[in-house]
């Protein structure tokens, strides 16, 4: 009963912004941290960002190819967490997913088209 579901990904110049959500249904979402990927064509599918539960207070990775431009965040009202992009590169250009490790089973979202031209 697991579901993850993305969206707001969509065509954007380079140097624009997106944001993007994926709403989890299906388990207690405040109690497991959460994962952006992304997928370019003949890539490996590589993390983005990762964002813990609040147990500990939240704790926060990027990639280094999207520090000082992504931020990930959450809102366990909401059961949703967010991946906010800015200065968007064409290699950006990707399927982003979220994912969620739940009793050491990874959950997937559907994934959602991110492409940035001019």
């Known amino acids: 009963q697991v579901q993850l579901v993305e969206s707001g990904g969509g065509l954007v110049q380079p140097g624009g912004s997106l944001r993007l959500s994926c709403a989890a249904s299906g388990f207690t979402f405040s109690s497991y941290a959460m994962s952006w990927y992304r997928q370019a064509p003949g890539k490996e599918r590589e993390l983005v960002a990762t964002i813990s539960n609040y147990n500990y207070g939240i704790r926060i990775s990027y990639a280094d190819s999207v520090k000082g431009r992504f931020t990930i965040s959450r809102d366990n009202f909401k059961n949703t967490v967010y991946l906010q992009m800015n200065s968007l590169k064409p290699e950006d250009t990707a399927v982003y997913y979220c994912?969620?490790?739940?009793?050491?089973?990874?959950?997937w979202g559907q994934g959602t088209q991110v492409t940035v031209s001019s």
């Open positions: 994912k969620a490790v739940i009793r050491f089973e990874d959950y």
